[in-house]
């Protein structure tokens, strides 16, 4: 029996398989087509997500295929800028803010990843035909196979039209945003002076115009119907449409493929020891870029989790996972519908008025709009003050080695305490928290002592002075678990991840040993 079977093989299953397989478990992966999909279809991920890229070793690899964006433009008919969002070359996460990539390259890595794990098996051409729940796991049945493949858990990551999810006889909330797009991807074979990240917001034509790394580049055109696509799939009819653009000596049409935006969220997104992932639990507009981000955030949240939960933690940790993720998701396809209403006007008077609202709205601002996304639903945190939000990370040096914190000091469940003032956390904390795993680091003064880590680039300094916390506690998912403000309260910052990831029978646990 395996510990994992995960269904589906594109970004989401690759993700959550390498995961699963570096910490240890038994993991494999049952994909229904014989080969890697190897068209793209994602064209855009955030810092968030390449700081997970570089927890599996495939950042700096990945960096000679992607093009960092630093600005996102929605344009009129007539050209004038009507919103602009601004991205950071470094955000937030310590990697920039927005990348355009080309998918194929991005599995092609995660696919390395994967098939290095000995303790991962990838089964191509193994369509799930049905599932069954049973004492000890699920027995899952793979057509044209005798043998029952069984793990102790499944995660579904197998896209919008999720067999799990239909097996299971989820419904799904549908926004009711709901446009067929026409998506033409190009591979540039000469000079071109193309937009990277533009929105068109004419009510002539909609387009969409985005890069997909150095090479290659996408154009989107809005239908009046799905019917109309084969007629204007021609390429003479599409070479017609970007030709304001693009012309035949300066790329190749790779791609021709007619696409719903839809905004769907499953209603549940467990059934016992079942977890849908991805385009299996939610869907969004594209107009945010963060459909393939938001499945990735998911296959972080259950990695951890489910680790806990295989090595002895009560299963009842994996109904945070919805908790948790769904708020965030919601957020977005709200925000991306927002979007997406003003990109897909088609009432001239109604874009006239439109145009005249944001480009006052602009001009009032007198700054770029930054892209915010929520923290954590209810789950896996306390309520201290920034609980739930995503930890930024920067540069720190330790023992005469610089660079980013997760590549110098690792990665897990983390304690950083604020030492600048000289102080530490006591011993007895410490050992509480070395009992579950929790690596204790010190933020430290170089002029005081040479112990602890210095802060390369005052990322976490301002972090403690804007929040005045005295510790911050963050998961393997980079989010907040908790935080102290003062270093007495550690202790019980510690028994709230304690009670949630110790073994159920274990003697003597931390969580026990801590005095409310």
Same mark, same amino acid.
């Given at each position: 029996?395996?510990?994992?079977?995960?269904?589906?093989?594109?970004?989401?299953?690759?993700?959550?398989?390498?995961?699963?397989?570096?910490?240890?478990?038994?993991?494999?992966?049952?994909?229904?087509?014989?080969?890697?999909?190897?068209?793209?279809?994602?064209?855009?991920?955030?810092?968030?997500?390449?700081?997970?890229?570089?927890?599996?070793?495939?950042?700096?690899?990945?960096?000679?295929?992607?093009?960092?964006?630093?600005?996102?433009?929605?344009?009129?008919?007539?050209?004038?800028?009507?919103?602009?969002?601004?991205?950071?070359?470094?955000?937030?996460?310590?990697?920039?803010?927005?990348?355009?990539?080309?998918?194929?390259?991005?599995?092609?890595?995660?696919?390395?990843?994967?098939?290095?794990?000995?303790?991962?098996?990838?089964?191509?051409?193994?369509?799930?035909?049905?599932?069954?729940?049973?004492?000890?796991?699920?027995?899952?049945?793979?057509?044209?196979?005798?043998?029952?493949?069984?793990?102790?858990?499944?995660?579904?990551?197998?896209?919008?039209?999720?067999?799990?999810?239909?097996?299971?006889?989820?419904?799904?909330?549908?926004?009711?945003?709901?446009?067929?797009?026409?998506?033409?991807?190009?591979?540039?074979?000469?000079?071109?002076?193309?937009?990277?990240?533009?929105?068109?917001?004419?009510?002539?034509?909609?387009?969409?115009?985005?890069?997909?790394?150095?090479?290659?580049?996408?154009?989107?055109?809005?239908?009046?119907?799905?019917?109309?696509?084969?007629?204007?799939?021609?390429?003479?009819?599409?070479?017609?449409?970007?030709?304001?653009?693009?012309?035949?000596?300066?790329? =190749? +049409?790779? /791609? $021709?493929? *007619?696409?719903?935006?839809?905004?769907?969220? &499953? %209603? !549940?997104?467990?059934?016992?020891?079942?977890?849908?992932?991805?385009?299996?639990?939610?869907?969004?507009?594209?107009?945010?870029?963060?459909?393939?981000?938001?499945?990735?955030?998911?296959?972080?949240?259950?990695?951890?989790?489910?680790?806990?939960?295989?090595?002895?933690?009560?299963?009842?940790?994996?109904?945070?996972?919805?908790?948790?993720?769904?708020?965030?998701?919601?957020?977005?396809?709200?925000?991306?519908? =927002? +979007?997406? /209403? $003003?990109? *897909?006007?088609?009432?001239?008077?109604?874009? &006239? %008025? !439109?145009?005249?609202?944001?480009?006052?709205?602009?001009?009032?601002?007198?700054?770029?709009?930054?892209?915010?996304?929520?923290?954590?639903?209810?789950?896996?945190?306390?309520?201290?003050?920034?609980?739930?939000?995503?930890?930024?990370?920067?540069?720190?040096?330790?023992?005469?080695?610089?660079?980013?914190?997760?590549?110098?000091?690792?990665?897990?469940?983390?304690?950083?305490?604020?030492?600048?003032?000289?102080?530490? +956390?006591?011993?007895?904390?410490?050992?509480?928290?070395?009992?579950?795993?929790?690596?204790?680091?010190?933020?430290?003064?170089?002029?005081?002592?040479?112990?602890?880590?210095?802060?390369?680039?005052?990322?976490?300094?301002?972090?403690?002075?804007?929040?005045?916390?005295?510790?911050?506690?963050?998961?393997?998912?980079?989010?907040?678990?908790?935080?102290?403000?003062?270093?007495?309260?550690?202790?019980?910052?510690?028994?709230?991840?304690?009670?949630?990831?110790?073994?159920?029978?274990?003697?003597?646990?931390?969580?026990?040993?801590?005095?409310?």
């Amino acid at each position: 029996m395996y510990d994992v079977a995960v269904i589906g093989y594109g970004p989401v299953g690759m993700v959550t398989a390498a995961l699963l397989g570096q910490a240890g478990h038994d993991v494999i992966v049952l994909e229904r087509y014989p080969t890697l999909y190897n068209l793209p279809r994602a064209a855009i991920f955030d810092d968030e997500t390449m700081r997970t890229f570089d927890r599996l070793g495939i950042a700096r690899d990945l960096l000679p295929t992607l093009h960092v964006q630093r600005n996102y433009e929605w344009r009129n008919g007539a050209g004038e800028l009507l919103i602009e969002h601004d991205f950071a070359a470094v955000g937030g996460q310590g990697w920039a803010e927005w990348y355009m990539m080309y998918q194929p390259y991005l599995e092609e890595a995660l696919d390395g990843v994967v098939r290095g794990l000995g303790n991962v098996e990838i089964r191509m051409g193994s369509r799930v035909t049905a599932l069954q729940s049973t004492h000890h796991g699920v027995d899952i049945h793979v057509e044209g196979d005798d043998a029952v493949v069984s793990a102790r858990y499944v995660v579904a990551c197998d896209g919008g039209n999720s067999f799990t999810r239909g097996w299971l006889g989820i419904e799904q909330e549908d926004y009711g945003f709901s446009e067929p797009w026409m998506v033409c991807d190009f591979r540039l074979t000469g000079a071109a002076d193309v937009p990277k990240a533009r929105q068109v917001c004419d009510p002539e034509q909609p387009i969409s115009i985005i890069s997909l790394g150095p090479r290659h580049h996408r154009f989107s055109f809005m239908l009046d119907s799905a019917e109309s696509f084969p007629v204007e799939r021609e390429p003479d009819r599409v070479w017609a449409r970007v030709g304001a653009y693009l012309d035949r000596e300066q790329a =190749e +049409l790779i /791609r $021709v493929a *007619t696409y719903t935006f839809r905004s769907l969220v &499953a %209603e !549940r997104w467990r059934t016992g020891r079942i977890l849908l992932a991805g385009d299996a639990a939610h869907q969004m507009p594209p107009f945010l870029g963060q459909g393939m981000c938001s499945g990735i955030r998911d296959a972080q949240n259950i990695a951890f989790k489910l680790d806990a939960v295989l090595r002895g933690a009560d299963d009842a940790l994996l109904d945070t996972y919805q908790s948790e993720r769904e708020p965030h998701v919601r957020a977005i396809i709200a925000k991306g519908i =927002e +979007l997406g /209403r $003003v990109q *897909t006007m088609r009432d001239p008077v109604a874009a &006239a %008025e !439109r145009d005249a609202r944001l480009i006052a709205q602009r001009a009032a601002n007198g700054h770029p709009d930054k892209m915010r996304f929520p923290g954590l639903g209810p789950g896996l945190h306390d309520e201290s003050p920034q609980a739930g939000l995503l930890m930024p990370q920067g540069r720190v040096e330790s023992h005469g080695t610089e660079g980013l914190f997760d590549d110098v000091l690792g990665r897990g469940f983390v304690l950083l305490v604020d030492g600048r003032d000289g102080t530490s +956390l006591d011993a007895s904390a410490a050992e509480l928290a070395d009992g579950l795993g929790v690596a204790v680091h010190h933020l430290t003064d170089r002029r005081l002592t040479t112990e602890g880590i210095t802060d390369v680039g005052g990322v976490y300094g301002r972090w403690f002075d804007e929040t005045g916390r005295a510790a911050v506690l963050w998961r393997p998912d980079f989010y907040i678990l908790g935080t102290a403000g003062v270093l007495s309260d550690v202790p019980a910052l510690l028994k709230t991840l304690a009670i949630a990831v110790e073994p159920v029978q274990a003697p003597a646990t931390v969580a026990e040993r801590i005095r409310p």
